[in-house]
Nanobody, 123 residues
């Protein structure tokens, strides 16, 4: 059974930081393209960031480049998203995702999703 469980969301002020974590079970993250999508009310679903199976390639949406960093810990089978210099427009539900077929490029997609964690950036 494939399972992805996010944690680390919460309320933060503009300019602040959060680190999201995603614990995987039922499969090995290193065998999948893994990453993060986000969904905000009234906005299109956005692929935030992904990392390749080898870990050698990453992709970031233009909206988060220079502020977010994706990483993984193979020993812990865990994915992370470090979010710095947060803006109100980053407010969304963030989903950890995985896919065994896609490539980590601008048109990446995902079959497996976690339950999501709420990130709210507000004064």
């Amino acid at each position: 059974q494939v399972q992805l469980v996010e944690s680390g969301g919460g309320l933060v002020q503009p300019g602040g930081s959060l680190r999201l974590s995603c614990a995987a079970s039922g499969f090995t993250l290193d065998d999948y393209v893994i990453g993060w999508f986000r969904q905000a009310p009234g906005k299109e679903r956005e692929g935030v960031s992904c990392i390749s199976r080898s870990g050698s390639r990453t992709y970031y949406a233009d909206s988060v480049k220079g502020r977010f960093t994706i990483s993984r810990d193979s020993a812990k089978n865990t994915l992370y998203l470090q979010m710095n210099s947060l803006k109100p427009e980053d407010t969304a539900v963030y989903y950890c995702t995985a896919d065994p077929v896609t490539r980590c490029r601008s048109n990446w997609y995902a079959d497996y999703w976690g339950q999501g964690t709420q990130v709210t950036v507000s004064s």
